[in-house]
């Protein structure tokens, strides 16, 4: 059997409160053999930190999301340091900019939409530089804000690589993210019948510069789309991918899984 990895998954989240144990066998049954545990706040980032020291296969990153930006302490970097240390984080993450709900979409003013976007800008700086520090990579979330995200990104190339989890966009915004040393990580978009765009970046995308998520508990790919999401369904994102490429199931199965282990180097630890 193929054996892949899911590269984000959101293990600590209440959805998997009652059966996590279930849902990591059901992941390694089907050939999931690593997932990664994102952080999207301190508390979130000791929880995963916690998973990984119960779960041989489960990883974990710490970071804090920039949609709770305004929640951040003022100074992440001494807590973040502090988790980097610990043998089973493999990354800074998820950490970036999300224009998406801006205050003034929600009877904010533009002032406030100003202030959150300088304290999203402020966090995501402090995260990478504890990256650089710890010697460790960045799990980027972007949304509707990717020629920020990549502004901010690209003075730290050469010391720190991100991955843009959860891509969505076009073949020339990936060549960006690849051309300052970065890559990409599909989800199980690439399954939904309206996700030609993504399936055309997956295609234009290289062996060897991308990998698999599932960021559950969402996006569930088909044929489970609308339900919870979990690590197991990395297989069918797999099969859809292995189509587009028109590679084997064995073939990506070793090319993901390298390009995980050189981007989260503790992985292979
Ligand atoms: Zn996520």
């Known amino acids: ?17 009652n059966d996590l144990a279930d849902v990591i066998a059901r992941a390694q049954a089907a050939g999931i053999a690593k997932m990664i545990s994102i952080g999207t706040s301190l508390s979130s980032s000791e929880r995963a930190i916690r998973l990984a020291e119960k779960y041989p296969c489960v990883y974990a990153a710490v970071g804090w999301h920039p949609s709770e930006a305004m929640k951040a302490p003022a100074d992440l970097r ?17 950490i970036g900019l999300d224009y998406h709900h801006l205050p003034s979409s929600q009877g904010g003013s533009t002032e406030d939409d100003a202030r959150y976007k300088q304290r999203q800008a402020e966090i995501f700086q402090q995260q990478m530089e504890v990256a650089v520090e710890a010697g460790l990579n960045c799990i980027i979330h972007q949304r509707d804000a990717f020629d920020d995200t990549l502004a901010q990104l690209t003075p730290f190339a050469g010391k720190i690589r991100g991955v843009f989890h959860c891509f969505g966009e076009n073949a020339d915004r990936m060549k960006q993210v690849l051309d300052i040393g970065s890559l990409v990580s599909f989800t199980g978009i690439v399954t939904f019948k309206n996700g030609q765009n993504v399936r055309n970046t997956v295609a234009a995308t290289p062996l060897g510069q991308f990998m698999l998520e599932t960021d559950c508990p969402y996006l569930a790919p088909v ?5 919870r999401c979990e690590p197991a369904y990395v297989k069918e994102i797999s099969e859809t991918v292995a189509q587009v490429k028109g590679c084997s199931a064995d073939e990506l199965s070793v090319v993901t899984c390298k390009t995980a282990a050189e981007f989260f180097r503790k992985l292979d630890a």
């Open 1 to 17: 059997m193929a054996t892949f990895y899911d590269t984000h998954a959101h293990l600590d989240f209440p959805d998997y409160a």
């Open 78 to 94: 001494p807590a973040l340091r502090e988790f980097a240390r610990h043998p089973k984080v493999v990354a800074i993450g998820e």
């Open 223 to 227: 044929p489970y789309r609308g339900k």
